[in-house]
């Protein structure tokens, strides 16, 4: 049973723009969330971070936001860069164990 | 340069033959973890590991082993009882305490022939 779901598997945004990636869970005893990004045959490079006491977590370009009630979070980045084009992991822990979703892929168009 | 080293980056075995990913980490970290990677999937847990002499199965441990000998090394065995073990292969390392984030090797492709 998959317990973090990203529904969308890919976004498409200009470069300037906001890109947004969403993330949806079903455990409520995820105590911390954390995105990833990805180049193809290369690990996951840790972005961003939020603990599930906060709603909000903001690094340069990159913010999280986290919805308990909702179970919702979300990634924004502003503005979009040719470098972020890479695929996306939500991740969320439990524990020592993490729980990732499957991946959006971004593309960031000139 | 501190990081997480795996090697080879590709592998290719005979079905029915055994073959050990090798995952090295010189940040210092206690807990070190494997995930398998399949195409249009999230990372599954296969084992992990919070101290030396000491490992849990994780979500997909069925025909997988590990060892933890030493704090840098997490080596992973694909045993001939997994049933479709050609996959990317991925090592972690990480801080014990719950808000550090993992660290993550370049992975390991594995191909049965």
């Known amino acids: 049973d998959q317990q973090v779901k990203q529904n969308s598997p890919s976004l498409s945004v200009q470069e300037g723009r906001i890109s947004i990636l969403n993330c949806d869970y079903t455990n409520s005893m995820f105590d911390y969330f954390l995105w990833y990004k990805k180049y193809p045959a290369e690990g996951p490079t840790f972005l961003i971070s939020i603990s599930s006491i906060k709603d909000k977590n903001e690094d340069g370009r990159f913010t999280v936001f986290l919805n308990k009630s909702a179970k919702h979070l979300s990634l924004h980045i502003v503005p979009s860069q040719p470098g972020d084009s890479a695929v996306y992991f939500c991740a969320a822990k439990n524990d020592y164990k993490l729980s990732f979703g499957a991946g959006t892929t971004v593309t960031v168009r000139a | 340069d501190g990081g997480i080293t795996q090697s080879p980056k590709y592998l290719f075995r005979k079905e029915g033959q055994n073959v050990t990913l090798s995952c090295e980490q010189n940040l210092n970290h206690d807990a070190m973890y494997w995930y398998r990677q399949d195409p249009g999937q999230g990372l599954r847990l296969i084992y992990y590991?919070?101290?030396?002499?000491?490992?849990q199965k994780g979500d997909i441990a069925e025909g997988y082993s590990v060892s933890r000998e030493k704090k840098e090394s997490f080596p992973l065995t694909v045993t001939s009882a997994q049933k479709n073990p050609t996959a990317f292969y991925l090592c972690?390392?990480?801080?014990?305490?719950?808000?550090?984030?993992?660290?993550f090797g370049d992975g390991t492709r594995l191909s049965i022939l």
């Open positions: 972690a390392s990480s801080m014990r305490a719950s808000n550090q984030p993992q660290h």
């Open positions: 590991s919070q101290i030396v002499n000491d490992f």
